[in-house]
């Protein structure tokens, strides 16, 4: 497939994903939408991720034998099941059973899904993928283990006395733990969009020392410097700039992650193939923030026509909230199920389809496959 046609077909793609989410978020009022509607998408992403990078839409072997588009829409529906079983054990964990998501819930949910990714990508499906060799139960034991993780996590940083005013806390709700809990949510994803970044660079300079490449050592590095980059880049935004950190989530780690979802999975990485690292990573990463930044103002001028007049700034974040929810809770999937679950179907014919999960997995090693793994 020559190079024009594969970034015609991505840039059709991720139009044709935008308009549908769009269209999606207007058939339900605000408080639906960024409730029910958006906590259940969340329950989905951490199968999503497990389905397309450990699994590689390859297994279970009933939905990876199958052809397109049987086989995207079996692994859409298998998603939705485990969301299914996901959704009422989190609202009876950390929702309390309450009838409707509280912002401990949301929080608590988001950040599972920074778990998947850490997990998934970063650990490369360590230690599980060594522990059980079969690729289905040890994905879903991984998935077990993020979301064990991310609510103990949840019950150490997260605190929610900032609101205790606020007719939506629910004091029975409160970890009471050490920090505030937006300040927690943004400092995560702030690490996370470090990892995006590495990814940009096809995690150049690791791949110079081939014994980083293995886990869990390549795990523990990367962590390592997700925490050396991210943590300055929060303390800067939020300390120094002063920036609200609800505005700094919008405007620096959601933009940015989604700008790169579609340079490595709706583009394929193929803006800058030709190039060496790390000039092609230094130019991914200047497409995914101008691409992110673009499609985020996009998405911001359009919310009105989608959802009425929205608030911006505090105590509600209706604007804010609404954006990182259309962008990740609803686009992001939908742009994963498109490229890596039906693979571009039926704008690629089957013999232009690359592999599905060619860029959700990192370029990384799995666990269990030493330092061969596709750098």
């Known amino acids: 497939m020559s190079h024009t046609r594969e970034l015609?077909?991505?840039?059709?793609?991720?139009?044709?994903v935008i308009l549908l989410s769009l269209g999606f978020i207007s058939l339900f009022p605000l408080p639906t939408f960024t409730g029910w509607v958006s906590y259940f998408l969340l329950c989905i992403i951490p199968i999503e991720i497990v389905a397309s990078v450990t699994w590689g839409t390859q297994y279970p072997r009933f939905a990876g034998s199958l052809r397109q588009p049987a086989k995207g829409m079996s692994f859409v529906m298998l998603c939705i099941l485990v969301g299914l079983i996901v959704a009422p054990l989190q609202l009876a964990l950390a929702g309390g059973r309450i009838a409707r998501p509280t912002?401990?819930?949301?929080?608590?949910?988001?950040?599972?899904?920074?778990?998947a990714f850490w997990l998934a990508i970063m650990w490369g499906g360590w230690p599980f993928t060594?522990?059980?060799?079969k690729p289905v139960p040890a994905g879903l034991l991984m998935l077990a283990a993020a979301y064990l993780v991310?609510?103990?996590?949840?019950?150490?940083?997260?605190?929610?006395?900032?609101?205790?005013?606020?007719?939506?806390y629910v004091s029975s709700l409160d970890p009471h733990g050490l920090f505030n809990a937006w300040n927690s949510l943004v400092f995560s994803l702030t690490l996370l969009t470090v990892m995006f970044l590495s990814l940009n660079f096809e995690l150049w300079p690791f791949t110079k020392w081939p014994a980083l490449m293995d886990?869990?050592?390549l795990g523990t590095v990367w962590t390592t410097v997700a925490f050396a980059i991210g943590a300055p880049g929060f303390y800067i935004g939020v300390r120094l700039l002063k920036m609200d950190p609800v505005a700094f989530m919008i405007y620096v780690p959601v933009p940015f992650i989604f700008g790169t979802i579609v340079v490595l999975n709706m583009m394929r990485g193929s803006l800058f193939r030709n190039r060496k690292q790390p000039l092609k990573g230094l130019l991914n990463t200047a497409a995914a923030i101008l691409l992110g930044t673009f499609l985020a103002a996009s998405y911001r001028a359009a919310a009105p026509y989608?959802?009425?007049?929205?608030?911006a700034g505090p105590p509600n974040y209706e604007l804010e909230i609404w954006l990182a929810s259309a962008l990740l809770a609803v686009t992001f999937p939908l742009l994963i199920v498109y490229a890596e679950f039906l693979n571009m179907w039926p704008l690629l014919r089957q013999a232009?389809?690359?592999?599905?999960?060619a860029a959700l997995e990192a370029r990384?090693?799995?666990?269990?496959?030493?330092?061969?793994?596709?750098?």
């Not at 015609?8 to 139009?15: E, I, L």
């Not at 991310?150 to 939506?168: C, G, H, K, T, V």
């Open 215 to 217: 886990q869990p050592t």
């Open 352 to 357: 232009e389809r690359p592999s599905a999960g």
């Open 8 to 16: 015609a077909v991505g840039a059709a793609a991720t139009g044709f």
């Open 364 to 375: 990384a090693p799995r666990a269990d496959s030493g330092s061969e793994g596709r750098p």
């Open 103 to 115: 912002p401990m819930l949301m929080m608590c949910t988001i950040v599972s899904v920074i778990i």
């Open 150 to 168: 991310n609510y103990l996590l949840f019950r150490i940083f997260f605190s929610y006395e900032f609101m205790r005013d606020a007719p939506e």
């Open 306 to 311: 989608v959802s009425g007049a929205l608030k």
């Open 130 to 133: 060594n522990i059980i060799k």
